[in-house]
């Protein structure tokens, strides 16, 4: 077992703010911990910041987290079904809704409520998934990368 650590550091001092432990395996292969980028929240959700940690639990799945900014207190926490190195994407409405849209290495992405982490709608693609998904306008790009599943996605979001 390891230890992944996520910190909010004081641009102008290196000061650490706050430290958030989260557990998480790592083999031969593959470790686990924080690989993806952070979403930094906006509007609805201007005061998270958004994490997904690969390898939690079992070691067969990820977690996202949903940290206070200011505090780094535990919001909401999502429990994804594989592993996960990509990053995730908010997506927000014309008056500022957030939604957090996370991929995961079994193939399927998930759509949950910015601001309680309520998974809303999955899609399967069939394929693992590594990249990260780019949104632009209403739609979403992403890309499977499988022996016999390698293809790329464009998916309207409504």
């Known amino acids: 077992a390891a230890t992944a650590f996520i910190r909010r550091l004081d641009a102008l001092t290196g000061k650490e703010v706050w430290k958030v432990d989260v557990p998480a395996k790592w083999d031969q292969f593959e470790?686990?911990?924080?690989?993806?980028?952070?979403?930094?929240?906006?509007?609805?959700?201007?005061?998270?910041?958004?994490?997904?940690?690969?390898?939690?639990?079992?070691?067969?799945?990820?977690?996202?987290?949903?940290?206070?900014?200011?505090?780094?207190?535990?919001?909401?926490?999502?429990?994804?079904?594989?592993?996960?190195?990509?990053?995730?994407?908010?997506?927000?409405?014309?008056?500022?809704?957030a939604y957090i849209i996370q991929a995961d290495e079994k193939g399927v992405l998930t759509l949950l409520d910015g601001a309680t982490g309520q998974a809303l709608h999955t899609l399967d693609l069939g394929g693992s998934i590594e990249g990260s998904p780019a949104v632009y306008n209403d739609v979403l790009v992403i890309g499977t990368n499988d022996k016999d599943n390698n293809f790329l996605y464009g998916i309207r979001l409504e």
Do not use: C
Request: hydrophobic letters at 35%.
């Open 31 to 97: 470790r686990g911990g924080v690989k993806a980028s952070p979403v930094v929240g906006e509007h609805s959700i201007s005061d998270l910041v958004i994490f997904t940690v690969n390898m939690t639990g079992d070691g067969g799945g990820a977690t996202m987290l949903a940290l206070n900014k200011q505090t780094g207190q535990e919001v909401w926490k999502h429990q994804l079904g594989g592993r996960s190195i990509s990053s995730p994407v908010a997506v927000y409405t014309e008056g500022g809704q």
